[in-house]
């Protein structure tokens, strides 16, 4: 199985945001209108901001805490259709970086319900 690293280097093609987005992201405003998910791996169309603490699921399948970083989102494909990728620091020691886009359901805010997804499906007590 590869390493967790390994893991982090997969890397998904991305572009740039638009400046009009990079300008929305910086401010108070979303790019993405939210509605609560009613399961872990359902798609989530949110918007993170600067140093936001989310939840990520890895490659492997594992969700763990992480922090995003202070760099726009990039756009590009996910599974549903074009969306944005933030770029999260997680691991152990805080040394990976990878990018995640909530429309692939593969990260999630850290808060309440996040906190009762991760709970019912036994990541966190």
Not at 29 to 49: M, N, V, W
Not at 96 to 111: C, H, Q, S, T, V
Request: charged content about 30%; proline content about 10%.
């Amino acid at each position: 199985m590869p390493s967790e690293k390994a893991l982090a280097r997969a890397s998904r093609p991305s572009r740039a945001i638009s400046p009009d987005d990079a300008d929305a992201w910086d401010s108070d405003s979303t790019l993405y209108e939210p509605g609560l998910p009613i399961e872990l791996d359902e798609p989530y169309p949110y918007t993170f901001k600067k140093d936001q603490e989310v939840w990520i699921k890895t490659k492997n399948g594992h969700w763990c805490p992480g922090r995003v970083l202070g760099t726009p989102p990039k756009s590009g494909k996910t599974r549903q259709k074009d969306g944005y990728y933030w770029r999260v620091i997680f691991g152990d020691n805080g040394n990976l970086r990878k990018d995640f886009a909530p429309l692939n359901g593969e990260i999630k805010p850290n808060d309440a319900n996040t906190l009762r997804l991760l709970k019912a499906e036994g990541w966190v007590a």
